[in-house]
């Protein structure tokens, strides 16, 4: 299985501070990955496919880079609405694999 | 919309069943696979299963292949789970999601709550 590995663990920012959170693939998965913000009591909801690419309705603010085996997340400018925990996820190859996840605290 | 309502969670004993259900509306069902992804208490998010848009191809997690079993009813727009020999370590909220071919899981629904306690 591809192992996925987040960091930091957990985060502490203030409102409009530029956030990054990486991930790491054990074995090359060339752009299938997919970005997904949690927040407690609530469904998951997909930011970021392909790596870099945009889902409808999300700000513009996130953004998705990387390819192979290192990817990252910014949020250019951190809202109130942002904190919360986020995955990254492999989808090259079965067993699908979810980070341990980054949770996003306000500071 | 797309809406996945989840049902079926509840307390059960280690080495009882359940079976979760999903009900989907919003989108062609039929055309899109379907997965079952869980959060355990205080972890992250584990994939637990997948099931082609036809059902005739399924995959499992190694912690729940031989006791879990994926399944989809198209005439109905359901997706089932059928957990048995279930161990304290399955405890977690259970979502089904939509899981489009070549892409992520790109709707969930709320979850369903599965506790496996003596």
């Known amino acids: 299985d591809v192992q996925m590995t987040q960091s930091p663990s957990t985060l502490s920012a203030s409102v409009g501070d530029r956030v990054t959170i990486t991930c790491r693939a054990s074995?090359?998965?060339?752009?299938?990955l997919a970005w997904y913000q949690h927040k407690p009591g609530k469904a998951p909801r997909l930011l970021i496919s392909?790596?870099?690419s945009l889902e409808s309705g999300v700000p513009s603010r996130f953004s998705g880079s990387g390819s192979g085996t290192e990817f990252t997340l910014t949020i250019s400018s951190l809202q109130p609405d942002d904190f919360a925990t986020y995955y990254c996820q492999q989808y090259d190859s079965y067993s699908l694999t979810f980070g341990q996840g980054t949770k996003v605290e306000i500071k | 919309e797309v809406q996945l309502v989840e049902s079926g969670g509840g307390l059960v004993r280690p080495g009882g069943s359940l079976r979760l259900s999903c009900a989907a509306s919003?989108?062609?069902?039929?055309?899109?696979?379907m997965s079952w992804v869980r959060q355990l208490p205080g972890k992250g998010l584990e994939w637990v299963s997948a099931i082609s848009y036809s059902g005739d191809s399924e995959q499992y997690a190694g912690s729940v292949k031989g006791r879990f079993t994926i399944s989809r009813d198209n005439s109905k727009n359901t997706l089932h789970l059928q957990m048995d020999s279930l161990r304290v370590d399955d405890t977690g909220v259970y979502y089904c999601?939509?899981?489009?071919?070549?892409?992520?899981?790109?709707?969930w629904g709320q979850g369903t709550l599965v506790t496996v306690s003596s």
């Open positions: 919003g989108f062609t069902f039929s055309s899109n696979g």
């Open positions: 392909r790596a870099s």
């Open positions: 999601t939509k899981d489009p071919t070549n892409r992520p899981f790109d709707f």
């Open positions: 074995q090359t998965i060339s752009i299938w």
